[in-house]
T-cell receptor, first 119, second 113 residues
Framework: AAGVIQSPRHLIKEKRETATLKCYPI?????VYWYQQGPGQDPQFLISFYEKMQSDKGSIPDRFSAQQFSDYHSELNMSSLELGDSALYFCASSGFQDLGAGTTPHEQYFGPGTRLTVT | GQQLNQSPQSMFIQEGEDVSMNCTSSSIFNTWLWYKQEPGEGPVLLIALYKAGELTSNGRLTAQFGITRKDSFLNISASIPSDVGIYFCAGHPNAGNNRKLIWGLGTSLAVNP
């Protein structure tokens, strides 16, 4: 089955540079979530989009922005990068309630992540 | 923000042993999810629970949705080395259509062959 795709898988940037992370959700999923995970931490929710509109906002810095496009893929834009932004960034997607498959919109399926290193 | 209480924080067991971990909340949840994460990888959904008292299995894994709707348990039977990883519980509070999950801090499992 198709999974969430994230690109790039690894990214190295210098302080004050910008970075763009991309996420392609599972086909027919309408919601995308972005998480940041530091070493030894649980995933920290950043922001989510439902049907191309921002649906919830977590601990996303003002230097970051995100959007979901008409094809449901999402991009996380990060500017003025700081050393503390080094982390794993995950995208997850969820979809409609599928009684046949036994899934609900609350089940989030994660991508493989992008490891961002800021030097 | 709100966080689930997950315990134990870490476990080191012998291959073949059974494992139990749990997650509690101060408020009612209507969905409980259990994920496993291996180093450098994204969390993988193991089991999803939707009804109080529900008991669901996935191979050697069994999870239960607590009757009070404020807790959930995950058991792993006959552990093997590939069970190593961090197990996270996550839940959805019983409020509105917001899909944001609340997470536990994880249980790190190490298995000695």
């Amino acid at each position: 089955a198709a999974g969430v795709i994230q690109s790039p898988r690894h990214l190295i940037k210098e302080k004050r540079e910008t970075a763009t992370l991309k996420c392609y959700p599972i086909p027919r999923h309408d919601t995308v979530y972005w998480y940041q995970q530091g070493p030894g931490q649980d995933p920290q929710f950043l922001i989510s989009f439902y049907e191309k509109m921002q649906s919830d906002k977590g601990s996303i810095p003002d230097r970051f922005s995100a959007q979901q496009f008409s094809d449901y893929h999402s991009e996380l834009n990060m500017s003025s990068l700081e050393l503390g932004d080094s982390a794993l960034y995950f995208c997850a997607s969820s979809g409609f309630q599928d009684l046949g498959a036994g899934t609900t919109p609350h089940e989030q399926y994660f991508g493989p992540g992008t490891r961002l290193t800021v030097t | 923000g709100q966080q689930l209480n997950q315990s134990p924080q870490s476990m080191f067991i012998q291959e073949g042993e059974d494992v139990s971990m749990n997650c509690t909340s101060s408020s009612i949840f209507n969905t409980w999810l259990w994920y496993k994460q291996e180093p450098g990888e994204g969390p993988v959904l193991l089991i999803a629970l939707y009804k109080a008292g529900e008991l669901t299995s996935n191979g050697r894994l069994t999870a239960q949705f607590g009757i009070t709707r404020k807790d959930s348990f995950l058991n792993i039977s006959a552990s093997i080395p590939s069970d190593v990883g961090i197990y996270f519980c996550a839940g959805h509070p019983n409020a509105g259509n917001n899909r944001k999950l609340i997470w536990g801090l994880g249980t790190s499992l190490a298995v000695n062959p």
